[in-house]
DNA sequence: TACTCAATAT
DNA sequence: GATATTGAGT
């Protein structure tokens, strides 16, 4: 525990860690020898051909190639991811088995996208629950789409569930939602009690987030509402790109797209013993390159077709994850 | 079941 | 110290 690992693109790099050809056993090959088979009365397996071995290759892709698209809980609405592209960081955490039960037991979205497409038997299923879910890392990617939904909502019906799905970032959880929502209502209630000062340097993330006029901020303090809140309309408070922070009032109409273009996310990129953004900053030396690229990426137009989240800051990196 | 808040862990 | 996760209360 408490080492860092990244987990980069870079088919490269996981091909990196594979065994060559050479250190393989072949398919072909019976894993268990005659001996130990008759041994433990294990009934030998049937001897594969190249042939056979082959044939099963194309099944297998077939199978994959067809039934590639998942579809996401969150019904049609939402489109399920296809891709791999994620700047999302998560922090990983050690397996631990036999530890808290309680603190296992909501690892499994995170797994099913860090190795999603690789689930693809039950024993790997089952391992996956056994592991503990990896740290969540609010990148200004994801942080970005989390604001948009929220300013979508309002912040009256900006609950985690709905935020969650309206985010439609697979293996984040509403749990992860929930945990981002506080320190945002927070950060959000500290702007607007301090006015027009700003947010403060130890903001980070939130820092570079526009902050909401109070309209988007009417029901801060209320108690929990359990609003339908997707389809509400089209008002968006996301920044403007002349100051690069708006300031209590200001608003910028900004139509927000139907729950159908919102392009899904992916969240796959790992990261060990996270230090919250510590993994983006590490890349970027100083904080405030951090708040002009993400300030800049907030100024960006929107894409809502998806394309526009290619501002990806390079050291979060593709991960083409393969099995 | 889901939400918020506070405590705790990383 | 900053951030995410977890647990308790509602």
């Not at 020898?33 to 030998?44: D, G, H, R, T, V």
């Not at 990983?92 to 808290?100: K, L």
């Not at 969240?267 to 993994?279: I, L, P």
């Amino acid at each position: 525990m408490g080492e860092e690992v990244k987990i980069d693109d870079g088919v490269a790099e996981w091909e990196m860690g594979l065994p060559s050809l050479d250190d393989l056993t072949p398919l072909s090959q019976s894993l268990i020898p005659a001996e130990l088979a008759s041994a433990f009365k294990i009934s030998p397996e049937p001897t594969r051909t190249t042939l056979d071995v082959n044939r099963a290759s194309q099944s297998t892709l077939s199978s994959l190639r067809g039934g590639a698209a998942h579809s996401s809980a969150t019904g049609s609405n939402f489109k399920p991811f296809s891709g791999h592209v994620d700047d999302h960081v998560m922090a990983d955490a050690e397996p631990e088995e036999g530890s808290d039960p309680k603190k296992s037991r909501r690892m499994d979205p995170v797994d099913d996208l860090a190795i999603d497409n690789c689930a693809d038997d039950q024993s790997t299923a089952a391992a996956n629950k056994t592991l503990k879910r990896p740290r969540l890392v609010w990148t200004p990617t994801l942080h970005k789409r989390f604001v948009e939904v929220v300013a979508h909502l309002g912040l009256k019906n900006a609950v985690p569930k709905t935020i969650m799905q309206l985010m439609n970032v697979e293996g984040l959880t509403r749990e992860n939602v929930a945990s981002h929502l506080q320190k945002y209502r927070l950060y959000v209630k500290r702007m607007q009690g301090l006015s027009n000062e700003g947010p403060s340097p130890s903001d980070h993330l939130f820092a570079s987030t526009p902050v909401p006029p109070q309209s988007f901020n009417e029901s801060l303090s209320g108690g929990p509402s359990h609003g339908n809140g997707i389809a509400n309309g089209s008002h968006s408070t996301v920044g403007n790109g002349s100051s690069g922070t708006n300031h209590v009032g200001m608003q910028i109409p900004m139509p927000y797209p139907p729950p159908p273009q919102i392009m899904p996310m992916h969240m796959m990129g790992m990261a060990t013993h996270g230090h919250g953004f510590h993994g983006y900053e590490a890349a970027h030396t100083h904080t405030h390159h951090y708040q002009q690229q993400y300030s800049s990426m907030m100024q960006q137009p929107r894409d809502w077709s998806g394309n526009k989240y290619n501002g990806y800051p390079h050291h979060v990196t593709q991960n083409n994850n393969k099995c």
